[in-house]
């Protein structure tokens, strides 16, 4: 739900429950939400399936803001700040998940980052319904925050 992986524990036609843990609370945004308010919802990718995209897992790092939204012709620029924490993985055309969308990076300077949102992107996600200084749940680009455990790991030995 907007980025967060949780699992479904009861379901009846079109409404389902969910368990947060404590943790998911103080990282995300999921405390924040009012009863009808619109959240991005996506299946878990099953085994065998085509992967098309960025690799999300749904584990937020933590709760940024948007900063500004800019048009560009059709498309709309977003800038984001993230938690200081997200920086290190924010590279140009790397992958970062924004309320559980997956977008590319391509502007990046410290903890701050802009991604561009096509119209598809913007009339399928919660997205376009974000204004400056909302806040929203950030995932890193898990590939380099693999990486990054793993060099860490090299240098303690």
């Not at 609370?25 to 085509?50: C, F, Q, S, Y």
């Not at 980052?113 to 919660?126: H, R």
Request: proline share 4%; with cysteine; glycine share 10%.
């Amino acid at each position: 739900m907007s980025g967060t992986c949780l699992t479904v524990t009861t379901h009846r036609g079109r409404t389902f429950t969910v368990d947060v843990s404590p943790e998911t609370m103080r990282r995300t945004t999921i405390g924040a939400l009012r009863p009808k308010d619109r959240v991005n919802l996506e299946r878990a990718l099953r085994v065998g399936d085509r992967l098309g995209g960025h690799i999300v897992q749904g584990h937020v790092d933590g709760v940024g803001r948007l900063t500004s939204i800019t048009p560009d012709g059709e498309w709309m620029l977003y800038r984001f700040e993230t938690p200081k924490s997200v920086a290190p993985y924010l590279i140009e055309k790397g992958s970062i998940a924004i309320d559980g969308v997956s977008l590319t990076v391509f502007a990046c300077k410290g903890a701050r980052c802009t991604v561009a949102l096509i119209p598809t992107t913007l009339a399928e996600t919660t997205l376009a319904d974000r204004t400056p200084g909302d806040r929203v749940n950030v995932e890193g680009d898990v590939m380099l925050k693999h990486i990054a455990a793993m060099l860490r790991s090299r240098r303690r030995r």
